[in-house]
Antibody
Framework: EVQLVESGGGLVQPGGSLRLSCSASGFTFSNYAMHWVRQAPGKGLEYVSAMSSNGGSTYHADSVKGRFTISRDNSKNMLYLQMSSLRDEDTAVYYC????????????????WGKGTLVTVSS | QSALTQPRSVSGSPGQSVTISCTGTSSDVGGYKYVSWYQQHPGKAPKLMIYDVSKRPSGVPDRFSGSKSGNTASLTISGLQAEDEADYYCCSYAGSYAYVFGTGTKVTVL
């Protein structure tokens, strides 16, 4: 069974830093591109970051570029999101998301989502 | 990337059909066949309902269907059921690993 379990959320002051982790199981993690998507309280989904299966390619939305860094450790089946210079508007549930992939190809949609971890930025 | 535009809410009685629109630009919805739709019940993670504009993952009822014309994609729920009451989000690939989500639509079953 595919499982994505996020951790590392919590309360942080504006300007602070936090590292989110996502533990993956039930599939060959190194074969899949992975993503972070967030959702502010009572708001819609916002795409945050992506990393290719081998870690060679990354993407960060303009809203987080220069402040957030996505990374992965395929030997540990882990995905990370290092967040710094946090702002009030970064308050959200952060979801770890798997992209649908097979046989080395990825298909540009998201087939499994974790339950999310809440990040609250407040003084 | 600006969010794709969806109606804030749609509603219908059980058994009726509802359609949710998702309007973008030629840089996202209009430029790619990679539009997907996600259902989200309160307090839950999103669930994939439609991918590649009109394909259904296994396990998704065939009363969910998708289409696209130009810069606008649509999700239709036929034979509306109580359990379909949820928020729905479209998502489009926008090139170079970028994706953009829609603003979200609340579906109410009357």
């Amino acid at each position: 069974e595919v499982q994505l379990v996020e951790s590392g959320g919590g309360l942080v002051q504006p300007g602070g830093s936090l590292r989110l982790s996502c533990s993956a199981s039930g599939f060959t993690f190194s074969n899949y591109a992975m993503h972070w998507v967030r959702q502010a309280p009572g708001k819609g989904l916002e795409y945050v970051s992506a990393m290719s299966s081998n870690g060679g390619s990354t993407y960060h939305a303009d809203s987080v570029k220069g402040r957030f860094t996505i990374s992965r450790d395929n030997s540990k089946n882990m995905l990370y999101l290092q967040m710094s210079s946090l702002r009030d508007e970064d308050t959200a549930v952060y979801y770890c998301v798997r992209e649908s992939c097979s046989g080395g190809d990825c298909y540009l949609h998201f087939d499994y989502w974790g339950k999310g971890t809440l990040v609250t930025v407040s003084s | 990337q600006s969010a794709l535009t969806q109606p804030r809410s749609v509603s219908g009685s059980p058994g009726q059909s509802v359609t949710i629109s998702c309007t973008g630009t030629s840089s996202d919805v209009g430029g790619y066949k990679y539009v997907s739709w996600y259902q989200q019940h309160p307090g839950k993670a999103p669930k994939l309902m439609i991918y590649d504009v009109s394909k259904r993952p296994s396990g998704v009822p065939d009363r969910f269907s998708g289409s696209k014309s130009g810069n606008t994609a649509s999700l239709t729920i036929s034979g509306l059921q109580a359990e379909d009451e949820a928020d729905y989000y479209c998502c489009s690939y926008a090139g170079s690993y970028a994706y953009v989500f829609g603003t979200g639509t609340k579906v109410t079953v009357l």
